[in-house]
């Protein structure tokens, strides 16, 4: 097993380089975050400097090639898409997850949930395809044009919720299986012991993994790019397109200069600082639970 | 509550729950459905053996299948001994309140949930432009590697934390060096890990799309070296279904390449993350 007496014999040496190697590796891993906002902000800081912050919500609208730089409305479209799908997919998610782990006969509760766990494989450009493809037509035929805050909605909710899903049954599959026997020997219904056992018992931990989709949901750019219709309006019906914040920076990044590239890059900096603190909040809620 | 209204209650959830999860099963099976219906009669060999031609609308994917690999090779070619030297030093050398640890961790943290948008942000900022890459095979490489490297660390890191202690402590009485221990020892048992976290984020690096716009770029011509730009499968999906119109066959058929590549890099992770590690360590 062992090849060579060297390694073996001459310890603190190569052992020092090597803790030093593995360090600097460590090193890079870390300051990775901190170079990303350094560069976000550093290439951001010239709309700071030539526009100011309060542009960004007091302009008129958003024409960066007439220097007129407001993101609310796509703030906005982003906050409902977002918004509208983990109130869609949250209940969708905790109630499939109940399926899977007490209604469900035990070969249907597996399969039903390899199949979750394939779909929350897709990559969201699929998800895209299939939007624009099926799904913008059918809502044209409703009321057009299509490309719409609905579909956004509709696709970002079938994107998360088969993760909601899969956090919420591994958050189930914890409950002690005591408090189950206890509530089957009480004579509890199964919907009274969902109820008011086991759903107080783990909201922490579905809480968790909804905030965490909350932000997968922020993030997400393709799919939502692909069936929104990308108009920069407040939207006053479900029906209107609308384009939001990542899909801004996708769609014009490709050709932005100067002040608009800065702009672009701060858009990526609010998005990733909220990401930021939406994670740093769900970790302070766990480590308080520990404690609590 | 009565006797009668509690099971009233009962029987109304248990038809609400089934109806949900028998309406969301069909809803997937009709996507998926879809999917295979518009694009299995597109699926071809020539379709992966000929490059594209006429926008992507006929021939093939080959050009695409090749920069795929090639972002993909960089990518973990960067990010395997990072992620693998982290994982070691997080897990082996250091305590997890060292001030070091705990930053890296939260770095890692935050970093596996950075929106891959800002990615490609920081992708095109800093190694399009400031290091002079331009739209490249490289550029899109580097950055995908940097998005990979949260789950390639953990995934790693976990699987050493998993050892038991007694390796290390008898390695250290029949005074084995630190590195020797890990060479030939820790390392060999937790290659099983190693290479699970390798799968996973190949995977997260293949589904990727907006990372990549803006950094590997669009061109879909055959690759002659790292510094030319390529297009993956997913921005080839991705440009065929808004920019190409008539490209929605090569576009379901591309899907269906890709969700391929992603299911059997996901099944072959699961699979061994179950088996392989077990047999592993009871061999050494």
């Given amino acids: 097993m062992i090849w060579s007496n060297a390694i073996t014999s001459s310890p603190a040496k190569g052992d020092r380089f090597l803790f030093h190697v593995l360090r600097s590796f460590a090193g890079i891993a ?62 969708l998610g905790i109630l499939t997850a109940l399926f899977c782990q007490y209604y ?20 969201s450009v699929v998800y895209g395809l299939w939007g624009l493809v099926v799904l913008v037509p059918l809502i044209a035929d409703l009321r057009p044009p299509g490309p719409s805050l609905f579909a956004g909605i509709l696709i970002l909710t079938i994107m998360i919720f088969p993760t909601v899903t899969l956090v919420s049954l591994s958050a189930l599959q914890q409950v002690p299986k005591e408090y189950i026997q206890g509530a089957t020997a009480l004579g509890c219904t199964r919907w009274s012991m969902i109820r008011q056992i086991i759903l107080p018992n783990t909201w922490p931990g579905i809480l968790t993994g909804v905030t965490l989709q909350t932000g997968r949901a922020i993030g997400e750019t393709m799919a939502i790019l692909m069936v929104c219709g990308n108009v920069v309006q407040y939207p006053s019906s479900l029906f209107d397109p609308i384009r939001t914040l990542t899909a801004n920076i996708a769609l014009e990044m490709a050709y932005a200069t100067d002040t608009h590239r800065a702009s672009l890059f701060l858009t990526g900096l609010f998005l990733l600082t909220i990401v930021i603190v939406v994670i740093m909040s769900t970790q302070q809620a766990r480590s308080n639970q520990a404690y609590g | 509550m009565d006797k009668h209204s509690l099971f009233t209650y009962d029987m109304l959830s248990t038809t609400i729950i089934w109806t949900v999860a028998g309406l969301l099963g069909c809803l997937f099976f009709w996507l998926l459905g879809d999917l295979m219906r518009q694009g299995i009669p597109h699926l071809s060999w020539e379709f992966i053996s000929e490059p594209p031609a006429n926008a992507g609308r006929s021939g093939g994917i080959t050009s695409i299948l090749v920069s795929t690999g090639l972002i993909l090779l960089i990518c ?54 400031l ?72 995977g997260r690096a293949i589904a ?31 440009d065929l279904s808004m920019n190409v119109p008539g490209g929605d066959q090569a576009a379901y058929a591309t899907a269906l390449v890709l969700i391929l590549c992603v299911l059997t890099l996901n099944s072959l992770a699961q699979w061994m993350a179950k088996h392989w590690t077990y047999t592993r360590r009871m061999n050494i």
């Fill in chain 2, 208 to 238: 990727e799309t907006a990372a990549l716009i803006f950094t590997s770029g669009y061109v879909s011509r055959m690759p002659t070296s790292l510094f030319d730009s390529g297009r993956t499968l997913s921005i080839h999906i991705y």
């Fill in chain 1, 30 to 91: 870390g300051i990775l975050v901190v170079g990303i906002l350094t560069f976000l902000v550093s290439e951001s800081l010239p709309a700071f400097q030539q526009i100011g912050i309060t542009a960004f919500v007091t302009d008129p609208s958003w024409h960066p090639t007439e220097g007129t730089y407001n993101l609310l409305p796509m703030f906005i479209g982003t906050m409902y898409a977002t918004i509208g799908a983990v109130t869609l997919a949250t209940p």
């Fill in chain 1, 104 to 123: 469900a006969p035990q070969a249907i509760a597996s399969g039903y949930r390899a199949f979750i766990e394939l779909l929350a494989g897709i990559p």
């Fill in chain 2, 131 to 202: 290091l002079g890459l331009g739209f490249s095979i490289l550029s899109g490489g580097l950055t995908l590697a940097c998005m990979v490297l949260p789950i390639l660390v953990r995934t790693t890191e976990q699987g050493f934390r998993a050892l038991p202690l007694e390796y290390r402590t008898s390695a250290a009485a029949l005074g084995l060096s630190k590195r020797a221990t890990l060479i030939h020892l820790l390392l060999p048992a937790a290659i099983p890990a190693l290479v699970v976290g390798f799968i996973l984020g190949l």
């Fill in chain 2, 76 to 129: 973990m070619v960067v990010a395997l001994p990072i992620g693998l030297g982290t994982a070691i030093f997080l897990s082996e050398y250091t305590a997890e309140t060292h001030p070091l640890a705990t930053f890296t961790g939260r770095s890692l943290d935050v970093l596996a949930s950075v929106p891959s948008i800002v990615f490609g942000l920081f992708g095109n900022a800093f190694f399009c432009q």
